[in-house]
C-alpha cells in the first residue's frame, strides 16, 4: 500500500446503497475499514430480500440513516455525518443528483464527492438517445460539479460483468442466460470493450476515496484481461463451453433503425449503450490522458480482479 493511502479512514455516506452497485460499494467500505452510512429511504421494507440486505448491513457495522434524495433536510443531516459522498442512484434517479451538489454545499464537510456514474467515461461517448441523454445528464453534472469546485473522483468502470457476460454480450438477450446455438453481434464485433466484475468495481472504487492521486481525476478501470471485443468474448466462451454459436451480425444502420422505430424500453437503451461499447469502441479507443484520469490497475496492481476467463467459468 502506498504512503498516500495511510491517512485516517474517511468516513463514508453511500447515497442508492441497496441497489445493484451500491450494495457493492456499501461492503466494500465496512471491508477496507470505513465508517460506513447508508442513506435509506425504507427501513422496514416489505421486500424479503432487501430486509436480509439491511439486516447484512447492520451487522457488518454500517449504519442505516433514514432518508431520500429527494427530502433536503435528510440528504444534510446525512452528509453532515460523513467526509466522503459516494451515490450509487439509479438511471433514474441520476438526473436528480445536483440536490446532492446543493446539500453537500450546504453542509459544508465533504472532502470527496463520487457521483453515480459507475460506466463508460461519459465525456466520450458516441451514441444516439436514449442512452446519449443519459449520458449528458452525467456529464452535465461533471460541469456542475467542476463550477462549484467540489473536489470530486469520477468513477468509469466501464461495463458491469453482470450485466453484459452471462449473455455473453448478446444484448438483445440479456437475462436470458447463455445462448445455445446463435448469438446476435453488433457491426462487426471487433471493437474493443471492457468489462469489470462489481465486487471489484466496489474494491477499486474504495481505494481511490483516501488516495490524493485520484483527487478530481477520473478513476478508468481497464483491467488488461478484461478488454475484449465481441469476437474475443464468443471465442472464448466457445472454447469453454464446447459449443459453436452462429454469429447473427447486425449492420450499425440497421441498429439505428431498430433503436429509433422498432425497440422499446428496456431493449432501446441496451442497444443505444451497446452502439457506444460493441460497435464504436468508446471504452477503449482511446489512451488514457494522464492529466485527467488514472488507471485502477496501475494504482493498485495488489487487487486480484476477477477476470471475464474467471467469470464465464461460473456461467458453465
Ligand atoms: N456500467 C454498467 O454496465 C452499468 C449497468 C447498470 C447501471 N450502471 C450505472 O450504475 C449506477 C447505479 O445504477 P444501479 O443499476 O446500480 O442502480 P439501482 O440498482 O437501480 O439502485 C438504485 C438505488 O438508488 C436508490 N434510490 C432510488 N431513489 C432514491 C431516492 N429518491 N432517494 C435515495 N435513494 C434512492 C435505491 O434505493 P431503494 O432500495 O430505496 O429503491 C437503490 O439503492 C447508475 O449511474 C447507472 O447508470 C452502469
Redo the contacts with the bound molecule.
Keep these: 500500500m502506498s504512503s498516500v493511502e495511510e491517512t485516517p479512514k474517511s468516513r463514508v455516506l453511500v447515497?442508492?446503497?441497496?441497489?445493484?452497485?451500491?450494495k457493492h460499494l456499501v461492503f466494500a467500505s465496512i471491508r477496507l475499514g470505513h465508517s460506513t452510512a447508508i442513506?435509506?429511504?425504507?427501513t422496514t421494507?416489505s421486500d424479503p430480500a432487501?430486509v436480509e440486505l439491511l439486516k447484512s448491513f447492520i451487522e457488518s457495522g454500517a449504519a442505516l440513516l433514514k432518508?431520500?434524495?429527494?427530502d433536503h433536510e435528510s440528504l444534510v443531516k446525512a452528509i453532515r455525518c460523513a467526509d466522503v459522498v459516494i451515490s450509487?442512484?439509479?438511471?433514474?434517479?441520476?438526473k436528480?443528483q445536483p440536490r446532492i451538489i446543493t446539500a453537500i454545499k450546504e453542509a459544508g464537510n465533504v472532502k470527496r464527492f463520487m457521483p453515480?456514474?459507475?460506466?463508460?467515461d461519459v465525456d466520450r461517448l458516441n451514441t444516439v438517445d436514449p442512452a446519449k441523454s443519459?449520458y449528458a445528464v452525467?456529464a452535465n453534472l461533471r460541469r456542475l460539479i467542476e463550477a462549484e469546485g467540489i473536489p470530486h473522483t469520477y468513477v468509469a468502470?466501464?461495463?458491469?460483468a453482470e450485466?453484459?457476460l452471462p449473455s455473453i454480450g448478446d444484448v438483445t438477450a440479456v437475462g436470458a442466460g447463455p445462448p445455445s446455438n446463435r448469438i446476435t453481434v453488433l457491426g462487426d464485433g471487433n471493437s474493443k470493450a471492457v468489462f469489470?466484475v462489481e465486487e471489484d468495481i466496489a474494491t477499486y472504487t474504495m481505494r481511490a476515496v483516501d488516495d490524493a492521486r485520484t483527487l478530481n481525476k477520473i478513476l478508468y478501470m481497464r483491467p488488461p484481461a478484461n478488454v475484449l471485443s465481441h469476437n474475443d468474448l464468443i471465442l472464448l466462451w466457445e472454447k469453454k463451453s464446447g459449443r459453436t454459436l452462429q454469429r447473427v451480425h447486425i449492420p450499425e444502420e440497421e441498429v439505428f433503425n431498430w433503436i429509433k422505430v422498432e425497440a422499446a424500453f428496456p431493449l432501446n437503451i441496451l442497444l443505444s449503450?451497446a452502439l457506444s461499447i460493441f460497435v464504436r469502441g468508446d471504452q477503449a479507443n482511446f489512451n488514457i490522458d494522464p492529466t485527467i484520469g488514472v488507471e485502477a490497475t496501475k494504482l493498485y496492481p495488489d487487487v486480484n480482479y476477477t477476470t471475464v476467463d474467471d467469470f464465464l467459468s461460473r456461467l458453465l
Design positions: 447515497i442508492g446503497g441497496t441497489g445493484h452497485i451500491g442513506l435509506v429511504r425504507d421494507p432487501k432518508g431520500d434524495l429527494l450509487a442512484v439509479g438511471p433514474r434517479q441520476v436528480e453515480s456514474e459507475f460506466g463508460s443519459l452525467k468502470c466501464n461495463s458491469f450485466t453484459y469489470m449503450l
